[in-house]
């Protein structure tokens, strides 16, 4: 099964491709999409909705794995994160795709066995569990490949 995981945002989108082969969690593909921060909010949600639809039509996965909205402190900058997951689940169901939203908390359980590890704990857990994962990857491409393998634990 293949599924891509997405770390949501409008400024940076981690996006990884991930399936099973062989047992193991394998990265096909991962990417942080970054948008122009010159451009507005909404020409910047069609910049990362035109990069997405283009890893969806090369990697025709089955499943799209999102972290849900996870508010800090910044509420202008949640409602900007808001808005681009309403354009990637757009896309998803626009392209088929079967979503499934996992929390903060079920990605690093799924990940690590513990709920409230830190990024740390769950950057080492996904390259000790998952194959192929970039040596150069960026914190949101960890963080993508952590929410495809939660969204593949899902699926079972």
Aim: proline fraction near 3%.
């Amino acid at each position: 099964m293949r599924v891509i995981g997405i770390d949501p945002g409008y400024d940076r989108l981690g996006v990884a491709v991930l399936e099973k082969q062989d047992g193991k969690e394998t990265v096909l593909f991962s990417h942080c999409i970054e948008t122009d921060k010159n451009l507005s909010l909404p020409e910047r949600h069609k910049q990362a909705g035109d990069a997405l639809v283009n890893i969806l039509r090369q990697y025709e996965p089955m499943v799209v794995g999102i972290e849900t909205l996870f508010f800090n402190k910044n509420i202008s900058t949640g409602i900007g994160v808001a808005e681009i997951r309403g354009v990637i689940l757009y896309l998803a169901q626009a392209a088929g795709c079967r979503v499934i939203e996992v929390s903060p908390q079920q990605v690093k359980l799924a990940v690590t066995g513990y709920g409230k590890s830190d990024k740390t704990a769950v950057f080492t857990m996904v390259q000790r569990l998952v194959a192929n994962v970039p040596a150069k990857a960026l914190d949101d491409e960890y963080d993508a490949i952590a929410v495809g393998v939660a969204a593949l634990a899902h699926c079972r």
